[in-house]
C-alpha cells in the first residue's frame, strides 16, 4: 500500500472534522473519468480497495469539474481502536475542499458517523448532500478513526449526480406543544418502529 496523501494534509483534516490529530494516511486509490455538470451521467469514485488498512485515516483527491451536484458517500469498514479495553469505535467520513486545508478554515460540505460496537458488523455510513463546486475548489473525501486503525469491507464509494439548478421548498412546523394526543401517537409510533427493529 502506498501513501495517498501527507501526513500533515492527514492531521488538518482531522483536526478540523472532529478536533484530535492524526499521523498518518496509506492505502490505494482509482481514477475514474472526471465528473461533469454539463451532462446527466452520474461518476461514482471508488476510493481504496476491499481489505485496505489505514493507520488512523485516509484523504483522497476527486477529479471533478465545476457545477452543481448531488453527492452520495457510503463507507464500510472493520474498526480497530488502540485501546485493547475499547468496547467500541467510530469512524467519521466527509467531502472536503482540499484547497482550505492550511488555510486556517477548511470547507466542509458534509460528513457522516458510524460506530462498531466490539465483535458486532462492521461501521456502515451513508449520506449525501448537494454541493456546488467552484472553480477555486479541489474535492476530496477524509475518512478518520482517531486513535487506531480501519480495514475497508468495500471500497468507499463518492457518486456525483449533476443537477440542473437547485430551488428551495417551503415547510410548516407542525405544533405539538400542548398536543397531548399527537405526542401519544409520536412515542407508539417511534416504540413500533424500534421493536419491529
Do not use: C, E, N, W
Given at each position: 500500500?502506498?501513501?495517498?496523501?501527507?501526513?500533515?494534509?492527514?492531521?488538518?483534516?482531522a483536526v478540523l472534522l472532529i478536533g484530535v490529530t492524526a499521523a498518518s494516511s496509506q492505502g490505494s486509490s482509482s481514477k475514474p473519468a472526471a465528473a461533469a455538470a454539463d451532462g446527466q451521467t452520474a461518476v461514482t469514485y471508488k476510493l481504496g480497495q476491499r481489505a485496505d488498512i489505514f493507520q488512523f485515516g485516509a484523504v483522497w483527491q476527486l477529479d471533478v469539474k465545476p457545477g452543481l451536484y448531488n453527492v452520495d458517500l457510503r463507507a464500510t469498514a472493520f474498526l480497530e481502536p488502540s485501546d485493547p479495553q475499547a468496547t467500541a469505535a467510530s469512524m467519521i467520513c466527509g467531502v472536503i475542499d482540499l484547497n482550505t486545508f492550511q488555510n486556517g478554515y477548511t470547507?466542509?460540505?458534509f460528513a457522516e458517523t458510524a460506530t462498531q460496537i466490539f465483535n458486532g458488523p462492521p461501521a456502515a455510513l451513508s449520506g449525501a448532500s448537494v454541493v456546488r463546486v467552484a472553480n477555486d475548489m479541489t474535492p476530496g473525501v477524509v475518512c478518520f478513526i482517531g486513535d487506531g486503525a480501519f480495514q475497508l469491507y468495500q471500497p468507499v464509494t463518492a457518486t456525483f449526480m449533476p443537477l440542473g439548478k437547485r430551488t428551495y421548498g417551503d415547510s410548516t412546523e407542525v405544533p405539538i406543544n400542548g398536543g397531548k394526543?399527537?405526542?401519544?401517537?409520536?412515542?407508539?409510533l417511534f416504540k413500533a418502529h424500534a421493536?419491529?427493529?
Open positions: 500500500m502506498r501513501p495517498t496523501f501527507k501526513s500533515a494534509v492527514l492531521v488538518g483534516a470547507r466542509i460540505y394526543q399527537m405526542k401519544k401517537d409520536l412515542r407508539h421493536l419491529r427493529g
